[in-house]
């Protein structure tokens, strides 16, 4: 039986935080056992921020041990690198001449990121170029947190349009959104999710984090006025954030972790979620390392699935070629 495809991918902007893994890589090393994946790096979209080169060779290759260190399996996921799939650049133009401005504007991370940035126009494309990273390999699912729906739904518009003015090309992906961890929020400011290029170190747990690093920021993570542990998004954002990450990374609800620590101070809540969190990050931490030394066989895994992903994504650029009327 032909498995359904899932494609997804992470941009080499910065340390993965434990929103990313959450949010993203963790479905995708559950989701290779039923799909066929291609998961990547999407270097293209980093330079939307003007990376200083060198830090984004650096953080392309440990990216790609981070996806191995969490488990992705090459056998099972075709793992590339966004910029070795030249028809990612081409359909994404060809998605452009579909695309009104003004759905462009609209975006929220467009609007987030270019006060930050400014107006580039590399940041207003990038969900057309996010388009079609995903249409280039007929996805039934994308794996994603809440904050790409947005860019999601842009895609399936795009495909819809290019279906019903060219005929029957691409398939309309569907979002998959963890719900219990779908936006994890800043330890700094529960009220914005976590982000790799947030100003403050506090503000996000990286993959990489020492253990007294870890214990360190989730001290000093910002919580509530009151003592109750208790999951509450109107008065109790700080702690329903630790909540929700203490119950994703223990695989226990979070009313039994309430129980757990009813009549308990937030000190020896947050101290066993460090410890938690130390417990759970230093085997993915050990294996990246022990994949950072071996850079050969890691270019050699990041070749052999830019091949797979070429063959795939041409097919369907011919495809898209000959409708439109490229000769
Ligand atoms: N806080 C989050 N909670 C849950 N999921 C998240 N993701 C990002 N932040 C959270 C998901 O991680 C995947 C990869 O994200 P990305 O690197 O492509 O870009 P992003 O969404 O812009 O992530 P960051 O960390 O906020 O990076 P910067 O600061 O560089 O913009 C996506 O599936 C995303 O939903």
């Known amino acids: 039986m032909v498995k359904p495809v899932a494609v997804s991918g992470v941009q080499p ?11 993203a890589i963790k479905q995708f090393v559950e989701l290779q056992e039923k799909y066929q994946t291609y998961f990547f790096i999407v270097d293209l979209h980093a330079l939307t921020e003007n990376p200083d080169p060198q830090k984004l060779r650096e953080q392309t290759i440990s990216l790609a041990a981070l996806y191995l260190a969490c488990g992705l399996n090459p ?17 994404g133009w060809i998605l452009n001449t579909l695309t009104p401005l003004g759905e462009l504007q609209r975006m929220t991370q467009f609007k987030d990121k270019s006060e930050k940035h400014g107006v580039l126009a590399g940041l207003l494309n990038y969900p057309t170029l996010m388009a079609a990273d995903i249409l280039l390999y007929r996805p039934e699912v994308v794996p994603v947190g809440e904050d790409q729906v947005q860019h999601l739904e842009l895609t399936r518009t795009l495909a819809r349009k290019f279906n019903s003015k060219y005929g029957k090309t691409f398939i309309e992906p569907r979002a998959l959104v963890e719900k219990d961890v779908a936006r994890v929020m800043g330890l700094d400011d529960p009220t914005k999710k976590m982000s ?92 990246y390392e022990s994949f950072l030394k071996n850079k050969k066989s890691l270019m050699k895994i990041l070749d052999d699935g830019s091949k797979k992903a070429n063959k795939t994504a041409e097919k369907t650029l011919k495809d898209v070629r000959e409708k439109i009327g490229l000769i």
């Open 196 to 287: 790799k290029s947030a100003a403050n170190p506090n503000n996000y747990i990286n993959i990489s984090d020492s253990p007294d690093v870890i214990r360190k920021k989730i001290k000093v993570a910002v919580t509530d006025s009151g003592s109750e542990i208790k999951y509450d998004l109107q008065t109790k954002l700080g702690i329903s954030n630790l909540l929700s990450i203490y119950s994703v990374f223990s695989g226990n609800s979070i009313k039994s972790i309430e129980f757990k620590y009813s009549g308990k101070n937030y000190g020896i809540f947050k101290s066993d979620l460090s410890e938690l969190l130390v417990e759970k990050l230093s085997p993915i931490q050990k294996k």
């Open 75 to 91: 056998k099972k996921t075709t793992l590339f690198i966004q910029s070795h799939v030249p028809a990612h650049t081409e359909l």
């Open 13 to 23: 902007s910065g340390e993965i935080h434990i929103g990313n893994y959450l949010g």
